[in-house]
């Protein structure tokens, strides 16, 4: 219980200073600045796979499923890279949000900070259930592992011809429904008062209907990283790092989305991998060295490839 506390304690501390000194001032992230602080994140996240060794050597952390420092810590990383690539498509759909909503770009960061601790909480909810559902009933296994294939398939064989529209999404009408929504805003508040009556303001909404997207995604994501391990601290830290990397990641690669079109490839191929995984755990055993480089080549092969045709494409 204690390893927990001080890392949740260690993730509160980094978000008090994200905003209370390093972004205390709401301003436009550059790009130079968002590379920065992704890169910090990055390095954190691939740090902490060390302290993951220590603490499973040392068992500080309960290790229910008896798992050897080395595999924990591959685990872990392979995790990571799941909730890391499965973030993309979140990117472009926060980037539709804020466009819809025309959020100003300087109040952008403080929007994501607020939505990060909602995303904690709602991450930490849905990984405690699914982990009890898993050592529960073993077949929901298979269940999970169906689900990830047919999301695969899904993004690979249905396209979508609608865009996404935040302000016809039924967050957006039930929202209204509960609280005046003004188009107003005063600065980074997400209330005002008009007339003495509050209204909520489009960053409010923007993070609701962030928030609500979250949810969505973590449906497919939270499941794919429980076919590498059921270990709760392994799954909850390796999705808490890529959520707290989000924030950078967006501001880094907002303005090049469309470089990475065929990046959706390697998205479709990760949840097939882990999918099957899952189905076929009880007849095939695939090491986790195997997971990991798979999951790896994936991510590589798809950013060549879409910056290779982004640039047919430009000649």
């Known amino acids: 219980m204690m390893v927990w506390i001080c890392f949740l304690l260690g993730v509160f501390i980094f978000l008090a200073l994200d905003l209370g000194v390093f972004n205390k001032t709401p301003h436009v992230i550059s790009t130079k600045e968002a590379s920065k602080w992704t890169a910090i994140w990055v390095s954190m996240s691939f740090a902490f796979s060390g302290v993951i060794y220590w603490l499973y050597s040392t068992s500080y952390v309960t290790n229910p499923d008896g798992l050897k420092p080395t595999t924990a810590m591959i685990k872990y990383i392979t995790g990571y890279l799941i909730e890391l690539s499965l973030s993309v498509d979140n990117i472009f759909v926060i980037a539709i949000i804020f466009s819809s909503f025309k959020i100003p770009k300087k109040y952008q960061h403080r929007v994501l900070f607020w939505g990060i601790l909602g995303a904690i909480i709602f991450r930490g909810l849905m990984i405690y259930f699914g982990v009890l559902l898993i050592n529960k009933f073993s077949w929901t296994n298979y269940l999970f592992g169906a689900f990830l294939i047919f999301t695969a398939l899904k993004m690979l064989f249905i396209n979508d011809g609608e865009e996404f529209n935040p302000k016809k999404s039924i967050v957006y009408r039930t929202l209204g429904k509960i609280i005046p929504i003004s188009h107003q805003t005063d600065k980074e508040h997400f209330f005002i008062k008009i007339d003495s009556k509050t ?117």
């Open 199 to 315: 209204f909520a303001t489009t960053l409010f909404v923007a993070l609701v209907v962030i928030e609500v997207m979250d949810v969505v995604f973590a449906v497919d994501s939270v499941p794919a990283i429980l076919a590498i391990t059921s270990d709760p601290f392994l799954v909850f830290s390796s999705n808490i790092f890529a959520i707290l990397g989000l924030r950078s990641m967006y501001f880094f690669l907002a303005n090049m989305l469309e470089k990475f079109s065929y990046l959706e490839f390697s998205l479709i191929s990760i949840l097939s991998f882990v999918g099957l995984k899952m189905v076929l755990r009880d007849f095939i055993e695939i090491p986790e060295w195997v997971s990991l480089t798979f999951i790896a080549l994936s991510l590589i092969v798809g950013i060549i490839v879409s910056l290779k045709m982004d640039g047919k494409e430009k000649d």
